[in-house]
């Protein structure tokens, strides 16, 4: 019946009906407050697609910020830009679309009931995320040493790309590596939690406890991590690919 | 959740190649002056490569329900809201 | 229909099932975590209300000649921070709502109990951490706490506040995740979209706004934090930065957010006028809509604070049209409570009392709003005691009349006890004889110029007698609120046991026990009939599901 929140047979006419129909043997995975397998898998499913949009949110308002102030100061911003190391973070762009594929073969293998598939897909997925991790500290290290961090010791001194005769305003360059500092450390946050997720679900997966008749944490654990990898192919191009061609 | 067969692991393959070649004409199109175009052009592919994810590696695609995408729509619309209302302000401050 | 009167045993039912501390603290039932709820948000209602006493004796003279002024600029900030996010917003979702919800869409609890736990332990975190910077010097900004002042020039705790919003912030989001999620997918066979009770309809639009919108006041205060302790410069005009841009971000969740305020109140006002009128809401549908209409429109009005801010008149030119637009669905369901009371069986219990003092005052309060909404008026009033009129009206005089109701209305089905009617009626009068009293001189004083946020108004003399009238006003709407505590702990030892349904009110958590056993249903019902069939009930037609016994 279209619209109703629960699929049932009856129609409009019919009336009290025992519908709590509780099977023996059910899986035991099924929490008590649902009817079925179903309910429950849906429910997990539509509470982490709103959870995301939640963090859609979140970043949102990072990304207001940079696109106001990268308006304002694009020829500051185009020079901050360019003493970051392009070729790190598009290995890291690469690193993390192939930690989706890893990902989404974990979640069929779960879903087959492959249990090496599984276990090597979460590994594989782990080792890209450390990747991911390390490469960003080298590069986090780099703009330390160069005195980019903003804050008592920060200096820039860089010409804006195009206009060699124009120094870039260290000022407006602060805003930018503070931006940058702040989003590219949120979204190593949010990493570091999906490394966290998936070493439980590697626990888990070893313990036998992810099934073709119940993998939703594998599912709703694989949406979180589409998601970071998702921040991260936007915040790539917007931070770190500014003026490139002058 | 619905089955996937093995042609989904090829399916699978082929999306994460396609996203790679974005990612790869990302940087490319960077070196190339296309004037006021180029932000224009790498967002683009973004949100071509972030549809590509969402679509097929979140299974947007094969969902039975309209509400996964209204979620979804629905959360870009509010930030597309929450940019462009903003630039309102931003970007008529120094009209007079 | 069940009818069952005082019992000589008690009934099995949610509040004898398990004794204990322990029980309490780690339940997973929604119907205790709304009173865990209850008891934690009335505990800091008494704190803001503690921090309104004192503003409001202050300015009974014109000189600041009670506490300092960096004290009152606390006092403010203080009351405003408090009644803001840790009272309204929480308020009726995290009590009537989690109690409620489940129940009305015939499910045995809501999606997530444990998230919902979780939401409320974050809530009594974020208070502690409150708590503990109120007392250890608390903030001086205004509960808007806009920078530069928050981010460099005050010296009080703004990062643990902050953090302390932060935090109370995801139990907001929480609760309204659980909420979609529960209303999306744990709905009975029968209760289709179109037969939800209207609280079902203004908590899912409740839900969508705290989803979208808390997540940025989130972000702002990171950003603020960040500002503050590492000296940068996102809205330090001397680094470049742009205040403004803070308000845009702030305000992008807080206008919203005062409809996460309201939204759950015209819930309750829906539920108890079909009842006390014995009549279907008139124009169902458009109620149902305008609640989603109301949570849309929300986000697109919030540059409508920062008018006199510096944004560029274009800019407000574009937000005042498009607050105007944000009126219309409220209007419109105004006018559909009114058309339900025409023609209807009026009946003046208390929580009906506190249904007619919603429209009266949510109607003022609003329609000052769209005075707001134009920018010559704005200019004039800014900043002014108008505006702190105009929030009051319907913050206090709608969403806390709505709550008071809908406590009043459902105090039979959470208690099992019914509240002194007599006791009731009369604390809803002096709630609402007090209420105008203490605000609607403000609108006066606003009017004629007196500034908002001053602890001395010396230089303007003649606004003591208002302001008196408006203290005077205070004190009495303190004792209007103090008599239902009172007479509601009063109930649950010696109040009469309710029958299962007192009002015999439709609804689906009217037809289980008073009060509920733990899962609510011993069957899953079904639905076959629309809301507010109060026709066919009063007709003896009315279809039943098996209640428990």
């Known amino acids: 019946m279209p619209g109703t929140g629960r699929r049932s047979t009856l129609s409009d006419s019919q009336t009290v009906v025992d519908t709590s129909v509780h099977a023996h043997g059910h899986n035991p995975a099924l929490l008590h407050h649902f009817s079925d397998e179903q309910q429950q898998r849906d429910s997990a499913s539509l509470g982490m697609w709103i959870f995301l949009a939640t963090e859609v949110m979140f970043f949102g308002g990072l990304f207001c910020a940079y696109l106001i102030y990268r308006l304002w100061y694009f020829g500051d911003f185009a020079a901050a830009s360019q003493s970051l190391n392009w070729k790190l973070g598009g290995t890291n762009t690469i690193v993390l679309i192939c930690s989706s594929l890893t990902v989404v073969f974990a979640v069929y293998a779960a879903q087959h009931g492959k249990r090496t598939m599984l276990l090597a897909s979460l590994v594989l997925t782990l080792i890209f995320g450390f990747a991911f991790l390390g490469i960003k500290a080298v590069e986090y290290a780099e703009k330390f040493e160069k005195h980019h961090v903003p804050g008592a010791s920060f200096s820039f001194i860089a010409t804006v790309p195009g206009h060699p005769d124009l120094m870039a305003n260290p000022r407006h360059a602060e805003i930018y590596f503070a931006l940058y500092f702040i989003m590219t450390g949120l979204h190593a946050l949010h990493m570091i939690i999906g490394i966290g997720i998936f070493v439980w679900l590697l626990w888990i997966a070893w313990k036998g406890r992810l099934t073709p008749q119940y993998n939703t944490p594998m599912e709703i654990g694989g949406l979180y991590w589409h998601f970071v990898d998702i921040v991260w192919i936007y915040l790539f191009p917007l931070l770190y690919l500014i003026d490139l061609h002058k | 959740m619905s089955e996937h067969s093995s042609s989904s692991l090829t399916s699978y393959v082929g999306i994460w190649a396609l996203l790679i070649v974005g990612t790869i004409l990302t940087v490319v199109a960077a070196h190339i002056d296309m004037g006021p175009f180029n932000a224009a052009v790498a967002l683009t592919i973004a949100s071509v490569k972030a549809l590509l994810v969402a679509l097929f590696f979140m299974h947007i695609k094969g969902a039975h329900e309209r509400l996964l995408k209204l979620v979804v729509i629905s959360t870009v619309f509010f930030l597309i809201i929450l940019l462009a209302l903003s630039m309102a302000d931003y970007g008529t401050r120094y009209w007079s | ?549």
């Open chain 3, 1 to 549: 229909m069940s009818t069952a009167l005082a019992q000589p045993v008690e009934r099995e039912n949610y509040l004898n099932k398990h004794y204990g501390v322990g029980s309490w603290l780690f339940t997973t039932d929604h119907k205790r975590i709304a009173l865990l709820y209850l008891i934690s948000i009335t505990f800091f209602f008494f704190i803001g209300g503690f921090f309104a006493l004192l503003i409001r004796l202050e300015l009974l003279t014109p000189a600041g000649d009670l506490v300092q002024a960096d004290t009152y600029n606390k006092l403010f900030t203080m009351h405003g921070m408090v009644m803001v996010f840790f009272f309204l917003i929480p308020s009726i979702p995290a009590v009537l709502g989690n109690f409620l919800v489940p129940m009305m869409i015939g499910a045995k609890d809501l999606a997530f109990p444990r998230i919902n736990l979780l939401s409320w332990y974050l809530y009594v975190i974020g208070g502690v951490m409150m708590l503990h910077c109120m007392l250890t010097g608390g903030v001086d900004t205004g509960w808007t706490f806009y920078a530069p002042f928050s981010t460099e020039y005050t010296n009080t705790k703004i990062v643990e506040a902050g953090l302390a919003i932060f935090v109370a912030g995801f139990s907001s989001i929480l609760t309204g995740l659980n909420f979609i999620v529960t209303i999306h997918r744990m709905r009975a066979p029968g209760m289709t979209w179109s037969r939800l009770p209207l609280f079902i309809w203004a908590h899912y639009a409740t839900s969508i706004i705290q989803i979208l919108g808390t997540p940025v006041i989130a972000i702002t205060i990171v950003l603020v934090a960040a500002e503050r302790t590492l000296h940068l410069g996102i809205f330090d005009p001397k680094l470049g930065g742009d205040p403004l841009l803070f308000q845009h971000l702030f305000w992008f969740y807080s206008h919203p957010a005062v409809y996460i305020m309201i939204l759950p109140s015209m819930g309750v006002v829906s539920e108890v006028i079909a009842c006390f009128a014995r009549k279907r809401i008139f124009g169902y549908s458009f109620v149902a809509i305008s609640s989603i209409a109301i949570a849309v429109f929300g986000f697109l009005v919030w540059a409508h604070h920062m008018f006199v801010a510096g944004i560029s008149v274009y800019a407000a030119l574009i937000f005042s049209l498009l607050s105007y637009s944000v009126a219309v669905p409220s209007a419109v369901k105004v006018f559909n409570w009114t058309a339900t009371l025409y023609k209807g069986s009026i009946h003046y219990d208390a929580p009906m009392l506190y249904a007619f003092g919603f429209l009266g005052l949510f109607t003022i309060g609003g329609l000052t709003g769209l005075f707001l909404a134009a920018l010559g008026i704005n200019v004039h009033v800014t900043d002014t005691y108008f505006v702190v009129a105009h929030f009051h009206y319907i913050m206090v005089g709608g969403a806390l009349m709505g709550y008071l109701g809908g406590m009043h209305f459902w105090w039979p089905k959470i208690s099992g006890r019914l509240y002194p009617e007599g006791w009731a009626r009369l604390a809803a009068l002096i709630v609402f004889v007090g209420f105008n009293l203490t605000f609607f001189p403000q609108f006066v004083l606003g009017y004629l110029g007196m500034p908002r946020r001053y602890y001395d108004y010396s230089h303007m003399p003649e606004f003591q007698v208002l302001n008196v009238l408006s203290t005077a006003g205070a004190t009495i709407l303190g004792i209007g609120y103090l008599l239902p505590m009172i007479y509601f702990l009063w109930s649950m030892r010696y109040g009469k046991p309710a029958p299962d349904n007192p009002w015999n009110a439709a609804g689906l958590e009217w037809q289980t026990q008073s009060p509920p056993t733990t899962f609510n249903f011993d069957q899953e019902p079904v639905v076959t009939w629309e809301a507010y069939n109060y026709d066919e009930i009063d007709a003896g037609h009315r279809e039943e599901v098996h209640v428990v016994g």
